[in-house]
């Protein structure tokens, strides 16, 4: 819902892609030849934070 105007028809937005091998992104943002992958977490402390960071590279190395 926000990201729509934001885009205003020069991208797409996909929520909760599924990869390949069965995982799932938040968020992917194609925008003027650009992918985005946001990755959305509740902060529950550093270790889960340390974890959302690992989990995040492996989308960026999957989709390069």
Known sequence: MYLKPI???TGNYYIEARTRDMKRT????????KQIIIELK????EEYNQRGQKQLFEYLDFYH
């Open 7 to 9: 885009i205003n028809g």
């Open 42 to 45: 509740i902060w529950h402390g």
């Open 26 to 33: 938040d968020i992917i943002v194609d925008y003027r030849g």
